[in-house]
């Protein structure tokens, strides 16, 4: 697609013909949702896959109901001496959306320069710990969870705490037997993902009794029976996401191989780029940031691109607390979050990206830049 334009993610799922035998057996069984056998089966697959025991993996409806169960299981909604849910402000709006639907107050706190992730050290320290209720972390762009962080955290503050890792589904497949049994960690299965089942998620934890609350909550606050008896929703996934999800999985080793192949072109080709490229496998593998030298330089390339017929992002904005629904008068300084912020430019991605593409990115930027060809 040379030339046109270039969207900033494009993704592909497994074709018709691919998810065609798993659609004929959610058919055969007339079985669609309400923990179907293709869910029950590819929660089992990937807990091979992952090397986790099989209660340790329990699907959802997405990634945003994900974090939802995850907190309702581990935490539970708010509650009057502890209404708040502790943050980086630099994520998606989806982290602070799902604590809102439990009636917590998102309370943000700013992020370290190198792990753009919060400094879980310093918020064992925060001096609003006694109101808050849940603490939610965020392994962001697909970077490897802190899952010790997380557990001495709670440990030393005796708050729940929920890891919103959603892109982060590589970093598990490539460090088989990451989970824990005090921390549930949540991923999203949505189309934008490396793998994905069109939409869903999941959430990680060895933990039972706790994955068994994880159900509840995600079928209305039911146990084997049709009254709620905890606060609950409908999360569920369905049968035929899990078709795709299965579908996907039986791809998933030459997808990321082909993923490998298109990041190493992109480390080629931006070799020369002033500012800082962050490239898988630091990042999941559907994104290509560039941290520019300052937000004038972001804000000219981005700019140039887009002038171009070029999609870009920034993928988390400038953080959420900078965004008109989460906006607090009395919200403290969050520099290192807004520098970031103004600095990370998402560039396109896909799996199978045309090399002329990133040529044709690359030289955008770099005329954009000043710099000769």
């Known amino acids: 697609m040379s030339g046109g334009f270039l969207p900033v993610c494009r993704p592909l799922l497994p074709g018709a013909d691919a998810v065609a035998a798993y659609l004929r057996r959610v058919d055969a069984a007339r079985h669609y949702t309400n923990r179907g056998p293709l869910v029950r089966q ?72 190198a792990t753009w992730a919060m400094d879980l050290s310093a918020v064992a320290h925060h001096p609003r710990l006694a109101e808050v209720g849940v603490i ?76 068994d609350r994880v159900v509840q909550a995600a079928n209305f606050g039911f146990n084997l029976s049709r009254r709620s008896e905890v606060a609950g929703t409908n999360a569920k996934m369905s049968e035929y996401h899990a078709a795709v999800g299965h579908a996907m999985l039986d791809g998933f080793d030459q997808r990321r191989a082909d993923y490998a192949a298109t990041v190493a072109r992109w480390a080629e080709a931006t070799a020369r780029l002033p500012g800082r490229m962050h490239l898988p496998p630091d990042l999941a593998s559907v994104y290509i940031l560039w941290e520019a030298p300052g937000p004038e330089q972001r804000a000219r390339v981005q700019a140039a691109l887009e002038a ?15 965004q008109p629904h989460f906006a607090r008068p009395a919200q403290p300084a969050l520099p290192v979050t807004e520098d970031l912020g103004a600095r990370l430019l998402g560039l396109p991605m896909a799996h199978d990206m045309d090399p002329a593409d990133m040529a044709r990115v690359v030289a955008i930027m770099r005329r954009a830049l000043g710099q000769e060809m």
Do not use: C
């Open 42 to 113: 590819l929660e089992s697959r990937l807990a091979r896959a992952l090397r986790i025991p099989d209660h340790a993996i329990r699907t959802a409806s997405n990634g945003t109901s994900a974090i939802e169960i995850a907190v309702l299981a581990s935490a539970g909604p708010a509650r009057p001496d502890r209404p708040m849910a502790l943050m980086p402000s630099y994520s998606f709006a989806a982290t602070g959306l799902a604590v809102e639907r439990l009636g917590y107050r998102v309370l943000f706190a700013d992020i370290d320069p």
């Open 136 to 211: 939610v972390t965020v392994a962001p762009y697909g970077r490897a969870p802190d899952l010790a962080g997380a557990e001495t955290l709670s440990r030393a503050t005796g708050i729940p705490v929920v890891i919103d890792a959603a892109a982060s589904f590589e970093r598990l497949w490539e460090r088989p037997g990451t989970v824990s049994s005090t921390v549930p960690l949540t991923v999203s299965f949505h189309a934008t993902k490396t793998f994905s089942t069109g939409e869903g998620g999941a959430v990680i934890w060895d933990d039972p009794a706790g994955q």
């Open 308 to 322: 171009d017929r070029v999609d870009t992002r920034l993928w988390y904005e400038l953080g959420m607390h900078k």
